[in-house]
């Protein structure tokens, strides 16, 4: 340790924001959390509410409602503040509104004279994420969107009650929009040590009609939660904690966030998931997997989709 204290701001203390936040607690993570929503008394509460936990957390930590000049020395600044899908929304829908949020949001963060690192969940994440960094100004490596981490979460449980393996040996990456149009790499899916289609040619109990089916509910979760508690946030509460450790821990972990491609995978000036190593600095490199035709295919489609939906965050912007 260098002794430097780790401060993280949170905007938006919604039901994401503060499943973050209490993750973020009992994983001792970072020393100073601050809290910022529109509504101020909220933020309050939540502060109050999560410091009586602090004597059962495994590390000392600061916690308060604050402002944003409290983003001035943050390392990293968490959105998820804004709008969320109602049932039969899609992601997409949310795009005009939450530009306008995150428009002025960015604006008062940089206004601190903040030099960190964006992290941001608000959907449509890679739309999001893209305003984030127009309007910062920061280098395309300090602006990263939560991505497709829910998706993959989602993907390696799925497979590992499958399979009957423990998730965390599950190697299965969902990239592409962080929605409709993303798609599973079955082709560099590992099993522990094995490859996906090994195990599936030698086990006739398992097959690949199977595997579609687990994607697609691994694509519509987000629907079927909304469906039946209105909203979903501790998978992406864990999901965020788990980028902010590889960024402040500096760990050079892979993930599959929300990234700037500037010519990876044959296309430029767009955000969306791919693998990518984090750390310290931010994204220290987007790694281009080899994709098969059809995995190429869809991954285009899943751009363009993104393209077109940000016609109306352009125009704001
Ligand atoms: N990236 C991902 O994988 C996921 C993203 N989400 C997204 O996260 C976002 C938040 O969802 P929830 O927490 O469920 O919504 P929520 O409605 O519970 O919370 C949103 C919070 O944002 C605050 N807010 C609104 N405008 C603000 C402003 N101008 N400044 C500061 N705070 C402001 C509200 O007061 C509220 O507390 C949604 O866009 C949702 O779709 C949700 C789940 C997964
Ligand atoms: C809401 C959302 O984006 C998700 O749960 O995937």
């Known amino acids: 340790m260098n002794g430097k204290v780790n401060r993280v701001v949170l905007i938006g203390t919604g039901a994401v924001g503060c499943s973050y936040a209490y993750s973020l607690i009992n994983q001792g993570v970072v020393e100073e959390l601050v809290l910022i929503d529109v509504n101020e008394l909220r933020a309050e509460g939540e502060a109050m509410d999560l410091n009586h936990g602090l004597p059962f957390a495994p590390s000392a930590m600061r916690v308060w409602s604050g402002t944003y000049k409290d983003c001035q020395p943050a390392d990293l600044v968490v959105i998820s503040a804004g709008l969320a899908q109602k049932p039969g929304e899609t992601r997409l829908d949310l795009v005009a509104k939450n530009t306008v949020i995150f428009k002025e949001i960015v604006t008062n963060v940089m206004k601190s004279g903040f030099d960190g690192i964006f992290l941001v969940a608000t959907n449509p994440v890679d739309i999001m994420t893209y305003v984030t960094w127009k309007t910062s100004g920061l280098p395309k490596e300090r602006v990263i969107g939560s991505g497709t981490t829910l998706d993959s979460a989602r993907l390696r449980y799925m497979l590992g009650d499958y399979f009957e393996?423990?998730?965390?040996?599950?190697h299965a990456y969902i990239i592409g929009e962080h929605g409709d149009t993303e798609l599973p790499v079955w082709s560099h899916?590992?099993?522990g040590v094995e490859k996906l289609d090994t195990i599936i040619n030698r086990n006739g109990s398992y097959n690949t009609n199977d595997l579609e089916r687990i994607f697609e509910n691994v694509r519509d979760a987000a629907y079927h939660i909304i469906d039946r508690k209105g909203a979903t946030f501790y998978g992406i509460g864990m999901s965020?904690?788990?980028i902010t450790r590889a960024i402040l821990q500096n760990e050079n972990s892979i993930l599959?966030?929300?990234?700037?491609l500037e010519g990876e995978y044959g296309h430029s000036d767009v955000y969306i998931g791919a693998p990518a190593i984090l750390n310290r600095n931010g994204i220290r490199q987007v790694i281009e997997i080899e994709l098969t035709e059809k995995e190429k295919q869809q991954f285009d489609h899943s751009v363009e989709v993104l393209r077109q939906s940000m016609a109306p965050s352009l125009k704001i912007l």
């Open 256 to 260: 599959p966030v929300s990234v700037y």
């Open 165 to 170: 393996i423990d998730a965390r040996n599950i």
């Open 240 to 242: 965020l904690v788990r």
């Open 189 to 191: 899916t590992t099993i």
